[in-house]
């Protein structure tokens, strides 16, 4: 392979970027080594106990002055994001949105979720006691990011850890370190305090950060993240983890096949099939696949590759994705699968592969089981809806997935049945978009969730404040009824709560 891709240079001690478009350079980053994040994460230590202390509206302002740098400089994150990730200009977009959505979701819903909470309990066991269960925030936070969306799946994820009071060290990918360069340098722009850094290297750096964070957020493969779990076990580190998908999309007799077929080849190319929850596998019922499969085509031969104005889909980011994606694509040919469109690479500078459907596909095919992460649609012939659900869960992963039905009763009741942390209805990654909502995956496809409250108190440990709200005698301890007035007490308060009597205890 002779393709040019963003890579480690040690000798020279730098990382070298390269478009994928075309393999030109674009520029050199210092190679950090594991002795880089222990001096960081000393920094970002030392700055963690005033960025607590000032306290959450304090620390809501500076977030809310990062959100319009963001705005500001959208073009040039963009540009970069475009540039490093061999995307068309439109794409990283939705990073930069969801960024400036997650800010504002934050700044809203923080207060309330992050606010001491007093419980009302019913137990007789702590009648005249106060508590309240407080929150603090893990010191510090270490995040070891994703190529396909660097900007997101980094500082995305720092947002809400920046929220509850933590310092924050990123580990962009190797392969995308640059808009996330560029967006360290916006919080340092606006002069916040220094409680957000990014190192910059290969593996060996996403191991030091686990081992110099209290609490790791990672993104990526399931064997690494398989890793990051052994790492982080050694020391007991929390983690929380978003790892590969294998996402399925039903279309059954009855549904919108025009739609379908529309949402189809955009969750299955868009971003050129990288995605980890893009459409990887589509089944289709029996009375509407023929038809159904034409449509797709048609709009997939429409599809235009390049990174110009108006182009559809891009260059793979990650060069050996090539030939991973050509592997699959052979492999599933060879054992009898056809292909409609593309099947095979784009002869010119840099990372391309054709938008390409798959026919005749089974479940014995790696192209069905393992992770594609490519522009690759492969299409099975399904019995009912049955047969689909079935092959649907057949699977380690289960981030989400996509129903297309007659009616949203049918698409509700198989819904339910799918083993994975989403589905969207008539739809694609409309989960993802709304930050309201958790996202998270079963199976192999992660541990925890992103959005709403799970997001935020994740970076959070709880701290339960116990009290008497009675002055206690000398001689009382805990809950017990010292005198025998207060045991009488206690006895009717046992009586009323339980309906019953003592004797079980002996009382």
């Given at each position: 392979?002779?393709?040019?891709s963003?890579?480690?240079?040690?000798?020279?001690?730098?990382?070298?970027?390269?478009?994928?478009?075309?393999?030109?350079?674009?520029?050199d980053?210092?190679?950090?080594?594991?002795?880089?994040?222990?001096?960081?994460?000393?920094?970002?230590?030392?700055?963690?106990?005033?960025?607590?202390?000032?306290?959450?509206?304090?620390?809501?302002?500076?977030?809310?002055?990062?959100?319009?740098?963001?705005?500001?400089n959208?073009?040039?994150?963009?540009?970069?994001?475009?540039?490093?990730?061999?995307r068309?200009?439109?794409?990283?977009?939705?990073?930069?949105?969801?960024?400036?959505?997650?800010?504002?979701?934050?700044?809203?819903?923080?207060?309330?979720?992050?606010a001491?909470?007093?419980?009302?309990?019913?137990s007789?066991?702590?009648?005249?006691?106060?508590?309240?269960?407080?929150?603090y925030?893990?010191?510090?936070?270490?995040?070891?990011?994703?190529?396909?969306?660097?900007?997101?799946?980094?500082?995305?994820?720092?947002?809400?850890?920046?929220?509850?009071?933590?310092?924050?060290?990123?580990?962009?990918?190797?392969?995308?370190?640059?808009?996330?360069?560029?967006?360290?340098?916006?919080?340092?722009?606006?002069?916040?305090?220094?409680?957000?850094d990014?190192?910059?290297?290969?593996?060996?750096?996403?191991?030091?950060?686990?081992?110099?964070?209290?609490?790791?957020?990672?993104?990526?493969?399931?064997?690494?993240?398989?890793?990051?779990?052994?790492?982080?076990?050694?020391?007991?580190?929390?983690?929380?983890?978003?790892l590969?998908?294998?996402?399925?999309?039903?279309?059954?007799?009855g549904?919108?096949?025009?739609?379908?077929?529309?949402?189809?080849?955009?969750?299955?190319?868009?971003?050129?099939?990288?995605?980890?929850?893009?459409?990887?596998r589509?089944?289709?019922?029996?009375?509407?696949?023929?038809?159904?499969?034409?449509?797709?085509?048609?709009r997939?031969?429409?599809?235009?590759?390049?990174?110009?104005?108006?182009?559809?889909?891009?260059?793979?980011?990650?060069?050996?994705?090539?030939?991973?994606?050509?592997?699959q694509?052979?492999?599933?040919?060879?054992r009898?699968?056809?292909?409609?469109?593309?099947?095979?690479?784009?002869?010119?500078?840099?990372?391309?592969?054709?938008?390409?459907?798959?026919?005749?596909?089974?479940?014995?095919m790696?192209?069905?089981?393992?992770?594609?992460?490519?522009?690759?649609?492969?299409?099975?012939?399904?019995?009912?809806?049955?047969?689909?659900?079935?092959?649907a869960?057949?699977?380690?992963?289960?981030?989400?997935?996509?129903v297309f039905a007659?009616?949203?009763?049918?698409?509700?009741?198989?819904?339910?049945?799918?083993?994975?942390?989403?589905?969207?209805?008539?739809?694609?990654?409309?989960?993802?978009?709304?930050?309201?909502?958790?996202?998270?995956?079963?199976?192999?496809?992660?541990?925890?969730?992103?959005?709403?409250?799970?997001?935020?108190?994740?970076?959070?440990?709880?701290?339960?404040?116990?009290?008497s709200?009675?002055?206690?005698?000398?001689?009382?301890?805990?809950?017990?009824?010292?005198?025998?007035?207060?045991?009488?007490?206690?006895?009717?308060?046992?009586?009323?709560?339980h309906?019953?009597?003592?004797?079980?205890?002996?009382?």
């Amino acid at each position: 392979m002779t393709e040019k891709s963003t890579l480690i240079d040690a000798e020279a001690g730098l990382i070298r970027v390269h478009r994928p478009a075309d393999g030109t350079h674009i520029a050199d980053l210092p190679l950090q080594q594991p002795a880089h994040v222990a001096e960081c994460a000393a920094r970002l230590r030392g700055a963690q106990p005033e960025w607590e202390r000032i306290g959450l509206a304090r620390r809501i302002e500076w977030l809310r002055r990062y959100r319009q740098w963001i705005v500001d400089n959208t073009d040039l994150l963009l540009e970069i994001g475009a540039a490093e990730g061999g995307r068309v200009r439109n794409e990283p977009m939705l990073e930069t949105t969801l960024l400036v959505e997650l800010i504002d979701y934050y700044s809203r819903s923080a207060p309330k979720l992050l606010a001491p909470r007093r419980l009302r309990p019913r137990s007789p066991l702590v009648l005249g006691k106060k508590v309240t269960v407080n929150r603090y925030p893990y010191p510090l936070v270490g995040v070891i990011g994703a190529w396909n969306f660097p900007m997101l799946l980094t500082v995305g994820d720092a947002l809400p850890a920046l929220f509850a009071g933590s310092a924050v060290v990123l580990k962009p990918s190797e392969v995308t370190p640059l808009a996330v360069r560029e967006l360290i340098r916006g919080w340092q722009h606006i002069g916040a305090p220094p409680v957000l850094d990014a190192v910059y290297g290969g593996g060996d750096l996403g191991a030091a950060v686990v081992d110099a964070a209290d609490f790791v957020q990672f993104t990526g493969s399931v064997a690494t993240g398989k890793r990051v779990l052994e790492r982080a076990a050694s020391t007991v580190t929390p983690v929380s983890l978003e790892l590969g998908g294998k996402d399925p999309c039903l279309v059954l007799a009855g549904a919108n096949l025009a739609r379908a077929a529309n949402c189809a080849v955009y969750g299955g190319f868009s971003n050129n099939g990288q995605v980890c929850m893009g459409f990887e596998r589509v089944y289709v019922e029996d009375s509407v696949y023929d038809e159904f499969v034409e449509m797709v085509r048609t709009r997939v031969l429409a599809l235009r590759s390049g990174t110009e104005p108006g182009s559809d889909v891009g260059a793979l980011t990650f060069a050996p994705q090539l030939d991973i994606v050509d592997g699959q694509v052979r492999a599933a040919v060879e054992r009898g699968a056809r292909v409609l469109t593309g099947g095979h690479r784009i002869e010119r500078a840099g990372t391309w592969y054709a938008p390409t459907v798959l026919v005749d596909v089974d479940h014995s095919m790696a192209v069905m089981r393992e992770e594609t992460f490519g522009p690759v649609l492969p299409i099975v012939r399904v019995a009912d809806a049955e047969e689909a659900i079935r092959f649907a869960n057949d699977t380690e992963f289960g981030l989400s997935a996509t129903v297309f039905a007659a009616d949203d009763r049918q698409s509700e009741r198989i819904a339910a049945r799918l083993e994975v942390g989403a589905v969207n209805i008539n739809d694609f990654l409309i989960n993802m978009t709304c930050v309201d909502a958790p996202q998270g995956g079963w199976k192999t496809s992660g541990i925890g969730a992103r959005g709403a409250e799970y997001g935020l108190l994740k970076f959070t440990r709880t701290k339960v404040v116990a009290q008497s709200r009675i002055p206690a005698g000398d001689r009382e301890i805990n809950w017990f009824p010292y005198t025998p007035a207060r045991f009488r007490a206690f006895r009717s308060a046992i009586r009323l709560v339980h309906g019953r009597g003592l004797g079980r205890f002996g009382l």
